[in-house]
Each structure stands twice: as C-alpha cells, then as structure tokens.
C-alpha cells in the first residue's frame, strides 16, 4: 500500500524511510490502518490516524476504473489478503472480506450499500458472517470449498460453471489452489479478480501460482490458468500481491502462456500440497 515507506527484508515487512511528503504519510497510515496483525506503529499518537480512517475504500483509478476500490482493513483471518469493493447500479460486490470496522460499513452504506459479497475461496472469507449480518448482502461461494465457518452462505455454486452475476459479471471456476476457487471476472472494466488462483511473484514479478499453499493438483490448476486466455481483460486483481495490469488482451495472453510454458515440467505433477 505504501511501497516507498514499506518493503521487504529476509521475507519479512520493513520501514525503508520515513514518508518524505503528505501523501507519502498517508500512504502509510492507511496501511497502519491495514496491516492484519497491528505491526506498523508511530511513536507517538497522530491525529491524522482519524481522517484517514475515513478514506476507505479506497478508489483505486477513479478515471480507469471507476467504482472499484481498495476495502483496506486486511483480515489475519484471510492471511492479510486484499479485499475489493464494486460500485455498480445492478448491486455492489464485495470481492472477499476485509477485517470488520463499524467506519467502513458506513461508508459502504453511503456508497449506496453491498448486495452481493463474492467470496473467491475458502482462505479469504474473512469476517464475513459479521458484514453479512450488518450488509444483509447475499453470499456466493462454490460448494467445494464450502465448510462449517460458510454453512450458512446463502448462494452454492454447483459444477463448473460458468454462472453470472447481473449482465456484467462471469464467474470462472478455477480449482487447483483449492477444489472451490472461482474467479470474478468483470467484463465491462476488463478487470478479473483471482483470489489466490494466479498472481505476481513478488521475487521476479512475473505471473506466479502458489505451490506450497495448493490445495489440488498443479495440473489442474495449470489447466484452470490456461481458460483466462478465452477472456478479454487487462487488470488482474489478486487476493496477494499487486496489481498486474496490461495494454491489451495480447499482451495478457502472452504473459499467460509465458507462465504456463514455464510450468510445463509440473504439468504432469498430481501431488497434493497440503499446508
């Protein structure tokens, strides 16, 4: 959230340089604001800890996205992932969900309420059941990753799709992390969010899979990747990681075939990655 004030050392997450401007600043107190495990800490109190509390969600491009924002509040529940907010006339989604905070409910009451929160799969559904109950929003999760924490959520996905959301929204089924991943593909925006089915490799920055976290195979989830090359989008919006974004659906499908050639000696791999 804060790549000039924050970065990584060892694996592990460092103060680089104190911020050096305003924005610089809160950048860093949304992510103080963020950070699952309360790790990031002033000296002494702020006041601005306040005002920036009422910033989220965050527009992420108001002027090449509109309507798509940050949600902040990263939940330890959902392993610090990122979760997302859509404004659209037809009901807004939450895409996963975020640690619960009473600020932020108001805010997506003013921004004119959830209708449907998307959960992408089993490890990022967050505090869910509370933003339920105050949003009164319609859960959607695929039974195969379905457990005794998301019983209760009000649409299963059966098969392997595809299904829809209003007209602007197609959920693509892509097993392999987990037996339930779904990706939320938004096609007016070209936009896909991905959960942990695909992302950017913080070490070399290319598109990556997380094979110590599968769940299934890494066939099946090559296989899963593989589909994204029949949709026509240039942002992928992951559960971890940043933003991945391309000039246009060329330039998507070669980096997707770049990433599924490199992976063509695990193709063949059925082992299970339990974690």
């Known amino acids: 959230m804060a790549p000039d004030v924050f970065s990584r050392i060892g694996g592990m997450s460092a103060v680089m340089k104190q911020p050096a401007s305003k924005d610089e600043n809160i950048k860093a107190l949304q992510a103080l604001l963020s950070c699952p ?21 965050l527009p992420i491009d108001e002027n090449a996205l509109p309507g798509i924002y940050h949600c902040g509040y990263h939940s330890e ?26 600020i932020l409910a108001h805010k997506f009451d003013m921004l004119g309420g959830v209708r449907y929160m998307f959960l992408t799969h089993k490890d ?3 505090e869910h059941d509370k933003w339920a109950q105050q949003l009164k929003c319609e859960r959607i999760m695929h039974v195969g990753d379905v457990d005794y924490r998301t019983a209760d959520v009000e649409r299963k996905l059966h098969g392997d799709g595809p299904w829809t959301i209003g007209s602007d929204f197609e959920l693509v089924y892509a097993p392999g992390h987990t037996e339930g991943s779904v990706c939320l593909y938004y096609k007016p925006m ?15 920055g290319e598109l990556d899979i997380s094979l110590m976290y ?14 994204l090359l029949d949709l026509d989008f240039n942002w992928i919006f992951p559960g971890h ?8 659906n ?6 997707i075939e770049a990433f599924l050639a490199s992976k063509e000696h695990l193709h063949d791999n059925s082992n299970i990655y339990q974690a």
Not at 41 to 46: F, N, S
Not at 48 to 56: D, L, Q, S, Y
Not at 80 to 94: K, L, N, R
Not at 250 to 255: L, S
């Open 250 to 255: 060329h330039e998507k499908n070669a980096a």
């Open 241 to 248: 990681g940043r933003r991945i974004s391309f000039k246009d």
């Open 124 to 126: 990022d559904i967050g």
């Open 77 to 102: 529940k959902s392993f610090a992932a990122t979760s997302y907010f859509i404004s659209h006339p037809e009901g807004s989604i939450m895409v996963d969900s975020p640690r619960y905070n009473e």
């Open 190 to 204: 070209k936009v896909i969010f991905t959960g942990d089915h695909l992302f950017k490799s913080a070490e070399t």
């Open 214 to 227: 599968n769940q299934q195979s890494v066939s099946l989830q090559l296989d899963s990747v593989k589909k």
């Open 37 to 57: 495990t309360n790790s990031i800490r002033t000296e002494k109190p702020m006041k601005e800890v306040a005002e920036v509390n009422k910033m989220f969600p």
